[in-house]
């Protein structure tokens, strides 16, 4: 069965920002978030936008790279920015700025990781699925 892609669009458009509440229980024994909690909240986010520019589902084919910047504490502010960064054929790559601020939103925002993984779209028939073509996004309009 051949499909065809959903119209391109713009890195912009499938954008997706998730903020999560650290909390004692994604906790270590150095009182630091795991990195694996900051990893899943990743590859969360990543999916998300992978799958909004897809119009399908996507599913995480690769990561290839991740950095971990700074320690994440209980109660801090976690946000995840990802975007699609390049799109091929089923696959797009995507990538995620990770960042915190204490919960009460008074401190400094701290870059504490960054990561780049490959998702591929599946359709319908469990298959890899055409994805849109990537737009550049719209360049920023200067205040007059």
Request: proline content about 10%; overall charge negative.
């Amino acid at each position: 069965m051949t499909t065809t892609p959903a119209p391109a669009r713009t890195p912009a458009e499938s954008a997706v920002r998730l903020a999560h509440i650290m909390s004692e229980h994604d906790t270590n024994l150095y009182g630091t978030v795991h990195g694996g909690v900051v990893m899943k909240l990743i590859d969360d986010a990543a999916a998300a936008a992978a799958g909004r520019h897809a119009g399908v589902p996507a599913v995480t084919a690769s990561v290839q790279g991740m950095s971990f910047l700074a320690p994440v504490r209980a109660g801090d502010l976690l946000t995840v920015h990802a975007r699609v960064e390049r799109a091929g054929r089923t696959s797009m790559d995507v990538s995620v700025a990770v960042t915190s601020e204490r919960w009460n939103l008074t401190g400094p925002v701290t870059d504490v990781a960054t990561a780049r993984l490959v998702f591929v779209a599946i359709g319908p028939d469990s298959r890899p699925h055409p994805v849109p073509a990537l737009l550049p996004d719209p360049p920023e309009e200067s205040p007059a």
